[in-house]
């Protein structure tokens, strides 16, 4: 009985890897998993050594000072937590790359990393909202980081949105969120048509575009103070874009739970951070005599120019990127296709 049990699930495993060869997708959290150093490299006073994350695009613009041996700092810095969290990195990852347990990390407490760790996330801070740090201090010796909260304020008001800054309904919903320091803030949308200035608190939703014409940008400029009367401002600029009859089909063969899409050009726009849009279904939809398929509507951004990568929330994914061609385009699990 032993035997056959193990004989299935040899036989079970070898079909999920050959499925996966033969519609050309590649498990990016396995690869991902065996990239990671599982030690600490060789470390000199030359070494650089980076704060990495979502709030950087996980470059190397953020570098600790060396204060001595095992000793970095990094004083006066405003931290946006972010989606993707948090690292601490040389710029090839193989020297240093530290991450978390699992668990979010706590201010102004040494938190404990290990080698090859998760992501960090900071407790406390939602979505994208920010905090100013007196000094983060990383030290290798004891293998912990502090996070030190500066008394400064840092009064800040980030836009969550459903998809890019592009959109191509008649209106679009944006929802502020709050940083620590922020009870009540102001709204300013500047459009072709109308100048709007609105109070909001958070997660008030503010609809957007429903009195402008299409291709249009509007201009959505936050502004927040703080207890202590320090102002914060910042813009974030949408297009009101003429709706599109592109589409991008998936045959989701590899029975995902739930596709998505990721959108990116050239230009570095991208329809939403990684995995990118959810994609919805269609029952209704036939193609080569297919019934039913993944879609999402593609803006005039990627349609001629962009790049597609269909992903199972961020683990599988299509192994090449996949260009756009100014139609609708289909994958039917091994071929990318004009919708003709």
């Known amino acids: 009985m032993k035997q056959l049990i193990f004989l299935f699930v040899i036989i079970f495993v ?66 946006f937590n972010g989606r993707d969290g948090l690292k601490i990195a ?39 909202q920010a905090v100013r740090l007196q000094k983060i201090t990383l030290d290798l010796n004891q293998m912990t980081i502090l996070f030190e909260k500066s008394d400064k304020k840092y009064p800040h ?44 608190k958070n997660n008030d939703e503010v609809k957007i575009g429903s009195d402008e014409p299409f291709d249009t940008e509007l201009k959505v400029v936050t502004l927040a103070m703080a207890s202590d009367g320090v102002v914060m401002t910042d813009t974030t600029t949408f297009l009101k874009s003429t709706p599109t009859s592109v589409y991008v089909y998936f045959n989701n063969v590899a029975k995902w739970d739930k596709p998505y899409c990721y959108l990116w050009n050239l230009r570095g726009d991208r329809n939403l951070p990684w995995p990118g849009e959810p994609m919805q279904w269609d029952d209704n939809i036939v193609i080569n005599g297919q019934k039913g398929w993944w879609k999402i509507q593609v803006s005039n951004r990627y349609a001629e120019y962009g790049e597609v990568i269909f992903n199972n929330n961020a683990s599988l994914q299509t192994n090449d990127d996949l260009s756009m061609e100014g139609v609708s385009m289909y994958f039917d699990g091994k071929n990318w296709k004009k919708l003709e």
Do not use: C
């Open 14 to 79: 070898k079909s999920v890897v050959a499925q996966s060869q033969d519609l050309n997708l590649k498990d990016t959290r396995a690869e991902e998993i065996s990239k990671r150093a599982t030690h600490l490299g060789h470390i000199d006073e030359h070494t650089k050594i980076y704060l990495r994350g979502s709030i950087n695009e996980w470059g190397v613009t953020d570098a600790f000072t060396r204060i001595s041996d095992g000793i970095y700092v990094i004083e006066n810095y405003i931290l």
């Open 157 to 200: 008001i980030s836009l969550n949105y459903p998809t890019d800054t592009e959109f191509m309904s008649d209106e679009f919903i944006i929802v502020p969120h709050f940083n620590l320091d922020v009870a009540e803030g102001v709204i300013k949308i500047l459009g072709k048509n109308n100048i709007k200035t609105v109070v909001v």
């Open 90 to 128: 040389t710029e090839d990852w193989q020297t240093v790359d530290l991450g978390g347990f699992g668990t979010n990390f706590k201010i102004n407490q040494p938190n404990k990393m290990k080698v090859g760790g998760e992501n960090i996330f900071i407790d406390g801070i939602i979505g994208q």
